[in-house]
């Protein structure tokens, strides 16, 4: 009798432990429903999230196009107003546009009386600032010597350093040894011309007395001159045996160059035209060339028959 009862009990329990699984199964079945819809779920809303993203960065991209179009703009625009010459690539001391004629006049003045400064610490110029005299005899010049190569301040130098200028990609910012007490920084937009490796301890032919000009933020004291065409541009060459310092003269313009040049009497803007090579590539005005008295005459590399700038 005892084990009858057993025997219902065990059957009991067994099936309520067949109907505990079943709805454990049912449970299951539909907490597997519901991971597999969040799952779709979660799938279609990342697809939206990364096309969102896909189109955001379109965006960008076509926002970032147009603001670098207009930097370049902005940058042709600066490059070409600060050009001697439409067609010059070096670039270094340009004029560039005043404001007003009255910040003219004061940058003028406080640039003068910073050469004027700087004279009075050069031995050999002592003489000429005695008394104020120097100063008068530049200004009798300026007003009647003739506008001819004899007033430019044409010297040999020699390039200690180089680096391209941190806010033009056009531009080298240049150290140059000109035979003074300190090397001037001289700019030029020689980047796409010269490569970086052969600008470095290079003998160059510059123009010293134009007045500083400021080129993205950094004072160009000096221009480099070179024989320039549209394509090609090549850095002329003092002769061999040439010191930084060294004059460069032409034959038949005799004469000490203006301390500095004013930009109102567009001198070297009138001088230029007549700078070009020959055909023997060597560097002239009116076609008498330019020479460093006892060593010999300026040349460039292969360019005959082209503008000087």
Do not use: W
Not at 278 to 290: C, E, H, L, R
């Amino acid at each position: 009798m005892a084990s009858l009862e057993a025997m219902q009990k065990l059957e009991s329990k067994a099936v309520q432990t067949e109907n505990l699984i079943g709805l454990l199964k049912a449970e299951v079945s539909e907490l597997q429903k519901a991971v597999n819809f969040c799952q779709d779920n979660l799938k279609t809303i990342n697809v939206k999230k990364v096309e969102e993203i896909i189109l955001e960065n379109e965006k960008l991209k076509k926002e970032i196009e147009i603001q670098k179009a207009k930097l370049i703009e902005a940058e042709k625009k600066l490059d070409s107003e600060a050009v001697q010459s439409p067609t010059s690539p070096v670039i270094a001391n340009s004029p560039v546009k005043a404001g007003s004629p009255k910040q003219e006049t004061l940058k003028q003045a406080k640039s003068e009386d910073k050469v004027k400064k700087e004279k009075k610490k050069t031995p050999e110029e002592g003489e000429k600032k005695v008394g104020g005299k120097g100063a008068a005899q530049d200004a009798a010049k300026g007003d009647d010597a003739p506008v001819d190569i004899r007033r430019l301040d044409i010297r040999v130098g020699k390039i200690v350093n180089v680096k391209k200028h941190p806010d033009a990609d056009s531009l080298y910012v240049e150290e140059v040894d000109l035979g003074e007490d300190k090397v001037r920084t001289v700019i030029s937009g020689l980047v796409k011309y010269v490569p970086l490796e052969e600008m470095q301890n290079r003998m160059v032919v510059a123009l010293c007395n134009l007045k500083p000009t400021k080129m993205r933020g950094i004072i160009s004291e000096a221009m480099v001159l070179c024989a320039s065409t549209p394509e090609k541009v090549e850095i002329l060459t003092p002769p061999p045996g040439s010191c930084p310092g060294d004059r460069i003269t032409v034959e038949g313009y005799p004469g000490e160059p203006d301390a500095l040049l004013n930009p109102k009497k567009k001198i070297f803007e009138t001088v230029a035209p007549d700078l070009k090579t020959n055909q023997d590539k060597v560097a002239t005005y009116k076609g008498v060339p330019f020479l460093v008295t006892g060593k010999g005459v300026v040349t460039t590399q292969s360019l005959t028959n082209v503008q000087i700038k």
